[in-house]
């Protein structure tokens, strides 16, 4: 059993960074790939970037290809997704969840078998 809690949302203007955590429990933390995902009202749940167990691959949707980055740090059990140059079309709860299959970035949620509970972030224009 994996528990994850996102922090660091907030509100921003175009243009501005935010880096959201997601923080993990228990001590099988490094064996699971991890994911962002968002969500924005009326809308599916969409894949934004992920990462191997080990953080030596990564994967990003294109449009935020060059202005986030993801990254994690096992010995705090902590993934990180650092946004830059947001744009209001950013806006959204961005969730982090947890992939049995360590070596996997996966763009499909029914992949993920761990979720948080979300974090908002809203840019305004």
């Known amino acids: 059993q994996v528990q994850l809690v996102e922090s660091g949302g907030g509100l921003v203007q175009a243009g501005g960074s935010l880096r959201l955590s997601c923080a993990a429990s228990?001590?099988?933390?490094?064996?699971?790939?991890m994911g962002w995902f968002r969500q924005a009202p009326g809308k599916e749940r969409d894949f934004v970037a992920g990462?191997?167990?080990?953080?030596?691959?990564?994967n990003y949707y294109e449009p935020v290809t060059g202005r986030f980055t993801i990254s994690r740090d096992n010995a705090k059990n902590t993934v990180y997704l650092q946004m830059n140059l947001l744009k209001p079309e950013d806006t959204a709860v961005y969730y982090c969840?947890?992939?049995?299959?360590?070596?996997?970035?996966?763009?499909?949620?029914?992949?993920?078998?761990?979720w948080g509970q979300g974090t908002q972030v809203t840019v305004s224009s």
């Open positions: 228990g001590r099988t933390f490094s064996t699971y790939a």
């Open positions: 990462i191997t167990s080990s953080g030596s691959s990564t």
């Open positions: 969840a947890a992939n049995r299959n360590r070596y996997a970035t996966s763009t499909y949620p029914s992949d993920y078998t761990y």
